[in-house]
């Protein structure tokens, strides 16, 4: 539960289980190990480079791997582009005025290098060109997930059987085997809506772990209640599921289909580009029954496989 927020009641229930409960962003890795000569899929076989040109590549403020432009004073002390306007173009060892001086033997010796990918110790084994190193680093399958709990901005990363245990360690979230989920979200007091107020809820499926979101907050000047699901890994693997959501009442049923969003797009980021089911508060009432003094949504879905669909379907 966010700070200030409020306070929910699930019910769940799935498989015949009932349940009743209270629902309650690292610095770049500059430690580079010689690697062994090796070939990856995307990457060249090569031989990091020696350690003494690494140190002279990293930025003694950040310390953090240089990029050109690199700039250098009249002492001949280097330091990253970012950092310059940091020191207000002070030189950091000498305290020299730095100027506009490049560096330009020190950004061609880096253009000869190659070197380990930063995620080398969590299975990444490719070695790349100084220059593309970076770019790879962001696009690495082996980049650690940062934390999907969203209460507030945790810092733990690390691969998925690391944040399942944190989730369920740390963050006590409620953990569920299974495809389908029936949810029961009770609130006492339907006008307060505030920003963050959440529920996350992880449910094993198909072997892989999904988190469903569910929360209450403005969007624009409009109080909004909103569920999506975002899958615990890439991209490429979310595609290949998809999700309904269920709400309804009083005769009247709102439904969501769509494909689980990774949790490499943050939370925030999902949130509000709408990619779930949206109940706008007079609608969620409406839902709950005619006195509007109290919310009580049931929310279904499932989680499925597209190929089990097209083997429903008989494809």
Partial sequence: MAPGGSTYKEVLESHSTVTDYDIAMTKADTNLTPAKTTAGLSGKKGISSPNGVHELLECPVCTSLMYPPIYQCPSGHTLCSNCKSRVHNCCPTCRHELGDIRCLALEKVAE?????????????????????KL?????????????????FECSVTGDIPTLVEHLKGDHKVDMH??????HRYVKSNPQEVENATWMLTVFNCFGKQFCLHFEAFQLGTAPVYMAFLRFMGDDNEAKKFSYSLEVGGNSRKLIWQGVPRSIRDSHRKVRDSQDGLIIQRNLALYFSGGDRQELKLRVTGRIWKESELWKDNGC
Avoid at 177 to 182: K, L, Q, R
């Fill in 135 to 151: 770019k790879h680093e962001q696009q690495c399958r082996f980049h650690p997930y940062n934390c999907p709990y969203a209460g």
């Fill in 112 to 132: 000869s290098l190659e070197l380990p990918c930063r995620y080398q110790s969590l299975g990444c084994h490719d070695i790349f060109p100084y220059y593309s």
């Fill in 177 to 182: 085997d299974g495809c389908t989920f029936n």
